[in-house]
């Protein structure tokens, strides 16, 4: 009985140890993916902002067109993540949301409606996808009052005229300053141990 006992109080210590391990792991990729989202937010705002200001709202949508997707594959060939951005209502169809991402989205959504920011809501977790363990990020992208231009409920003409040509499934306009237009979405491999 007590070699019982002192086996399953070993095994209850490996599942602690373990648990503390995992809560700790958790916190440090989050920290690494919330600073990655923080550099690609930033490069992409850069980018979107300089063409905003040499070519108006057209230019921009070349920026989210080429570069964007071009500046999420520099971030995630620079590290160990996939990173990217997703939509419940997505401009391209090739962004669409997996349903981890709708999932988190729709969760992110029902907040919004009891109060919350968009821009406080982040979700870290490490789930099993096709038999291997993957951290997941998804933070949100809140709509600011310039992003409006071109996912607003009134678009001008010309830019409305290369939404439709760049995009012809786009589904991305109609929100409002405050909304969460989409997420920032980051995966990363955990290796087996």
Avoid at 31 to 54: C, F, R, T, W
Avoid at 66 to 75: E, L, R, T
Wanted: glycine fraction near 8%; charge should be positive.
């Amino acid at each position: 009985m007590l070699r019982f006992a002192t086996i399953a109080g070993f095994a209850g210590l490996a599942l602690v140890t373990a648990s503390a391990a995992s809560a700790q792991d958790v916190a440090a990729l989050k920290a690494e993916a919330a600073a990655i989202v923080g550099g690609y937010g930033g490069k992409l705002k850069d980018a979107l902002m300089s063409a905003l200001e040499k070519g108006g709202p057209t230019a921009a949508l070349d920026v989210c067109n080429k570069a964007a997707p071009a500046i999420a594959d520099d971030v995630s060939r620079g590290s160990a993540w996939k990173v990217a951005r997703t939509s419940l209502k997505p401009r391209n169809a090739a962004s669409a949301p997996d349903d981890y991402e709708r999932k988190i989205m729709e969760a992110f959504n029902a907040r919004i409606a009891a109060g919350e920011k968009a821009s406080d809501l982040a979700s870290a977790e490490i789930v099993e996808q096709n038999g291997r363990k993957v951290f997941r990020f998804v933070k949100a992208i809140p709509t600011a009052s310039m992003c409006l231009t071109c996912h607003g409920a009134a678009i001008a003409p010309d830019v409305a005229n290369k939404i439709s040509a760049l995009y012809p499934a786009d589904t991305a306009t109609g929100f409002k300053a405050g909304d969460m237009r989409g997420v920032f979405t980051l995966r990363k491999a955990i290796a087996a141990q």
